[in-house]
Structure formats: structure tokens, C-alpha cells
């Protein structure tokens, strides 16, 4: 009987950078320009992994047709990738993991809530679009998370069961969504502390950074 082909599917935002802090200040300053005031703590623990547009929804009053959200979305995430940009780069030990997962015939995807522009901007300005078998983003699914479709459409790209997928997440909502979708999860505290995922019974780690991750337990 052959071995079980496995898939590490990876949130971006916060998972393979430590960019979320990035992230919500320019939300921020998005929504102040607009008179909204938000709660840094409490927007990354409910807007983390949901896509823009259900963001903007959530926040703002007005009405808007696709085409507008577009121009709202670019805007923000110009924002972004300006205050990010000389500080990109990967979390601690992520190309070293990536390395073992190929090494024990592991398949390896992105699914992440960021549109095209913000996947290109860390995955090609990092050179690691090459070590992927899938990539699947906002322009991929309808719904965000904790919806489950980005990590389901991962798995079947990558032509893996949802079972036999590890999801690695920074985020509550992103791990709900690997939850839903029947995946184990592997927890990076870079934004907020193990205790915010105690009520998760998928959580098979939680580590700071990928340093400290035991690749070959997760073959187990």
C-alpha cells in the first residue's frame, strides 16, 4: 500500500510573513480617511482572512458596486505594500520547513484571502512562487474566511484529501475556516498569543515561528 500523499497549505498574511501589523494600520488610515474609527486588537480578530470587499462591507455604510470596491481595495493595499516593502520577508525558518515537507513527498500550496497584486508582491518579491503546487487567493473563491472554500479549492489543486491536509494559520478566523473545512492546523503566534486558540480542537501546534515547528511530527 503506498504512502499517503499530504499537502502543508499555508496562509500568507502573518503565516509566511509577519506583515498583519502592516495590514491593520492601513486599514486603519483607510477608514479614518472615511470617519471611521476602529479598534486595531479587535479588527484583526474579526477581519483577519475575510477578503476586502467584506471588509469595506462591514465597515462602511454606503453602498458600493464592484467597481468601486475594486478601486477601494487597490487603494488601501497600495497603502500596505508601500509600509511593508522594506521590511519584507519570510518568517523565521519557513524555506526550511518547505524543504522537509518536499523532502517526505509532501504537496505545498498558498491559500490566502490577499488579491493578485499582494500574492505577487510577497510571493514573487520573496522568489517562492516557484516552490508551490497550488496558489489560491481572493480572485479564486467567493467567500473569505472562516468559509472554508480557499483551503477546500487548495486541497483539490494540489489533488489532496482535506484529511491528509496541514494548514498552517496566524489567525482565528483562518483556522475556523481549516476547521470547517476537516484540516488539521498548525498555529503561528506572530500576531496574537496561543491563548486566543485554546477553543480550537484542530490545532495540532502552535509555535512562534517555524524554528521551532517538529516537521517530522506532523508526518507522523
Known sequence: MGQTTRAFVFDMDGTIVD???FHTRSWIAFFERRGVTVDADEFFRTTAGRQGKEIIGSHLQEEFGEDDIALLIHEKEAVYRELYAPHLEAVAGFEDVIA?????GAKLAVATAAPP???????DGLDLRRHFDAIVGAADVARGKPHPDVFLKAAERCGVAPEHCIVFEDAPLGVEAARRAGMRCVVLTTTLPASAFAEFDNVVAIVNDFTALDVDALFA
Open 19 to 21: 506583515n498583519m501589523d
Open 117 to 123: 497584486a499582494n500574492i505577487a508582491f510577497t510571493l
Open 100 to 104: 522537509t515537507a518536499r523532502a517526505n
